[in-house]
């Protein structure tokens, strides 16, 4: 190493020093870093220096507690800061334009020096990084290489403001700004316009470029474009022209980008499409009317949020390759008086005068909720204006069709909702298994994968209560654990399909949007858990297993199948965790009702509450509700009490009407357990509410059997432990006193050794004389009554 400072005969002090080997100028402070990596790599360096008048350095954001004199703050985010020394030793005078170089971009900017103490410090303004997105590794050099003088700059909004259009002061303002800046296409500038900034990029740049026949400053320039990235440069005069586009090229290629959703891309609704195809087609003049007689121009989607609304309504706009308006309400909606109506009548003259047309009024309930007492002045003015232009479109021969679409239909004013309005209502329903397996099939058609026909059938069948943007999120969740195993394995990609594995675990964490809010972990329990019960099991699967497994047969047999099952018994008969096991078995969405939750102190809460998780469970079908002690939510009505003043009455008409009332239950199951039927209204046990009652006794002795052997089977006994000797000394034990034997019995092996590995005959003798039976003969008494008493 040599230092900078040898003719002045002080070494040691000088801040600079220069590589013999590789001739680069560096810091003190670099040195040792620099020992390892001589010469530096130019592309990708990990330390300050300087090479052929060349700072090479990284970014910072300029801090500085006082603002530089002579310099105004508009000009600071032009200007890029280096310290004073390492200017000289790159032949950069203060003020000189330099180009400041990252690794993804190139700016012109002018050099100011800085009293930093770092002698390689690059700095820039945080907004002047931000903007051309400067950050990393940067090289600073002068600009020496020829620039161009700009005749036009074409320029578009990036930024989040835009104005609707050019006018003459933000012209002059342009003009103002930017006189003797440097830019070149694809830089970012901002300008302020009444306290807002604007953010343009630079698109295209019309100039007469000088053509440089000299062989030596072609040279001299190709060395300087090499390092420039082979960038061109124009200079902005006062008067060069500025125009501002629209961005109309770069919104048809985001039009083009966006998804464009055809007829074929949706799947499982045809039948309904083509209904809706044949309303259009009249109203738009494809197909002649009859007589002098106008066909209804309004059309209602309605369905719940995700099902499809949206993509149907775009699929057959995309159909008719004719002019279309989209209405969403935040775009039109102003606080301005008289506006968000001008707008409106401004879109439906528009649609008239480019006939045929369709207009698509996305979520038409926000744009004109229904009249109430609450409603405010706009809104009323807003639907009055609405109901105008329908009748104004249906009482002329115009070819304007009016789409609508709404996940809240009884939020739409009744005085739209007529003929001669919209009159049409269709119902995007939720999917059945046959179009879940279409809408999958046209799904996994963009996604390579592994699934065979049968495979897809069966994820259709176990998507109960899945709409579209469900069965859109369990493929996604599938594409998450397809790359998250190729992560794993460091597959090819060429070799990364989605599988039915990744699938079955989609299928684990994804759950209906309809049952997020009721959404419970259910656990897992199978029937081969539960000991005994083979009769109960039986009837289970009958009210719930048959009729999803085996529709037809209760067709063929002209009946409906079983709508709700009780299941009374002594505590601690494996009620509860049989409805448990349903749940997992039957693999359909499972609601569970906690009775103190649906009491509300306010009047008509409790009932709401009711009418709630009913109308969840038809939404998301087929489902089981289940409702464990219902002697608390369904209590007998007493004559004495006044008629409704009891919330626990109200609460149980609200049940019966669910049950059995006039909107059809569909395919939803109740599932109730109590240990006291005798308190539970008649109303609520007769069939076609309760259809099946099923009595769970105390465990026989086949069933104890069944329970010790599934307990037992993890745990360490020993082998003078007799299975049949327990099995005789458990008489009139309920299946979770047996269950407490065993647990007892592990718990005295650990008094007496906490490193115990085995259980032996005493242990369960003393669990034995611990827990007794519970249950009182005066309880199985009362069971036997009520037996006979409804046989």
């Not at 279309?324 to 008289?338: A, E, F, P, Q, R």
């Not at 709409?467 to 794993?488: E, F, M, P, T, W």
């Amino acid at each position: 190493m040599t230092s900078k400072g040898r003719e002045s005969g002080r070494k040691s002090l000088s801040p600079w020093m220069t590589c013999e080997k590789c001739q680069i100028t560096l810091p003190q402070k670099c040195v040792e870093n620099h020992d390892t990596n001589c010469p530096p790599n130019l592309q990708k360096w990990n330390h300050d220096f300087i090479y052929n008048n060349v700072l090479y350095g990284t970014i910072e954001t300029y801090k500085s507690p006082e603002q530089p004199k002579n310099v105004s703050e508009r000009a600071l985010d032009d200007i890029v800061f280096v310290s004073h020394n390492a200017l000289q030793l790159c032949e950069i005078a203060i003020g000189d334009p330099v180009l400041v170089t990252t690794v993804e971009n190139t700016v012109v900017k002018t050099a100011w020096p800085t009293k930093d103490k770092s002698l390689t410090s690059i700095s820039l303004t945080k907004h002047a990084m931000e903007l051309n997105d400067l950050r990393g590794l940067v090289k600073i050099q002068k600009l020496d290489c020829p620039v161009n003088i700009a005749k036009e700059f074409i320029i578009c909004n990036v930024g989040k403001y835009t104005l609707p259009e050019a006018t003459m002061e933000l012209n002059i303002i342009l003009k103002n700004y930017n006189e003797h800046k440097i830019y070149s296409v694809g830089n970012k500038f901002s300008v302020p316009f009444y306290g807002k900034k604007l953010m343009y990029r630079i698109t295209q740049v019309l100039s007469d470029e000088h053509v440089n026949n000299d062989l030596h400053e072609q040279l001299e320039q190709l060395n300087i474009k090499d390092q420039a990235h082979n960038i061109k440069l124009y200079k902005v005069l006062y008067n060069t022209k500025w125009t501002i586009i629209n961005d109309v090229q770069e919104n048809k290629e985001k039009e083009q980008k966006k998804v464009k959703y055809k007829v074929k891309d949706v799947g499982g609704y045809d039948k309904l499409m083509e209904d809706i195809k044949d309303v259009l087609d009249i109203g738009l003049g494809r197909c002649q009317s009859i007589g002098d007689f106008y066909i209804n121009k309004g059309i209602l989607l309605y369905g719940t949020a995700g099902v499809g609304k949206s993509i149907i309504a775009n699929a057959l706009i995309s159909q008719y390759d004719i002019n279309s308006v989209t209405i969403n309400t935040s775009d039109i909606y102003s606080k301005s008086l008289g506006e968000t109506e001008q707008k409106l009548q401004d879109i439906f003259m528009e649609a008239k005068t480019k006939a045929p047309s369709i207009i698509l009024i996305e979520e038409i309930d926000s744009l004109c909720p229904k009249r109430s007492t609450s409603s405010t002045d706009h809104e009323r003015r807003v639907l009055s204006q609405v109901i105008a232009l329908f009748d104004d479109i249906q009482n002329t021969d115009d070819n304007v069709v009016i789409l609508a679409t709404t996940s809240k239909l009884d939020f739409v004013d009744s005085s739209l909702r007529r003929p001669g309005r919209i009159d049409k209502e269709f119902e995007i329903y939720v999917p059945t298994p046959t179009m879940r397996m279409e809408i999958l099939q046209k799904m996994l058609s963009k996604i390579p994968n592994t699934l065979s026909k049968d495979d897809v059938a069966n994820i259709a069948f176990v998507t109960h209560g899945f709409i579209g943007a469900d069965l859109y999120g369990l493929c996604s969740q599938a594409i998450l654990n397809a790359v998250k195993r190729r992560q794993k394995t460091n597959a090819t990609s060429e070799l990364s399909k989605v599988t039915s594995a990744d699938f079955d675990r989609a299928l684990a964490v994804s759950k209906p949007s309809a049952m997020k809010e009721v959404l419970i972990e259910v656990p897992n329990v199978r029937w081969s858990d539960i000991g005994g019960q083979k009769d109960l099991k039986l009837k289970l699967q009958q009210a719930v297993e048959w009729p999803l497994c085996h529709p037809e047969a209760f067709l063929r047999m002209g009946i409906t199948p079983p709508r709700g099952v009780l299941m009374f018994g002594p505590p601690g008969c494996s009620k509860t965790m049989i409805a448990r096991a349903l749940a997992t078995e039957s693999k359909v969405n499972f609601l569970n009702i906690k009775g103190p939750e649906l009491f509300s102190k306010w009047v008509g809460e409790s009932e709401k509450a009711v009418r709630e998780v009913f109308r969840k469970a038809r939404q998301v079908s087929p489902s089981i509700v289940f409702i464990d002690e219902i002697d608390a939510l369904g209590g007998e009505r007493s004559s004495s009490s006044s008629a409704g003043s009891n919330v626990q009455e109200r609460v149980l008409a609200q049940l019966l009407t669910e049950l059995d009332g006039v909107t059809a239950l569909g395919s939803v199951t109740l599932v109730a357990a109590t240990n006291r039927p005798d308190k539970i209204d008649k109303a609520l046990l007769r069939p076609g509410r309760l259809d099946r009652i099923i009595y769970v006794p105390l465990p026989d002795y086949e069933t104890r059997q069944e329970i010790f052997d599934i307990k037992l089977r993890n745990m360490p006994i020993a082998e003078d432990v007799q299975i049949q000797d327990l099995v005789d000394l458990t008489e009139g034990y309920s299946g979770a006193e047996v269950q407490a034997i065993c647990h007892e019995a592990a718990m005295k092996a650990l008094e007496e050794d906490l490193n115990a590995t085995i259980i032996t005959k005493e242990h369960f003798k003393a669990a034995l004389s611990i827990i007794t039976p519970r249950t009182p003969a005066s309880l199985i008494n009362l069971y036997n009554d009520y037996m006979n008493k409804i046989h």
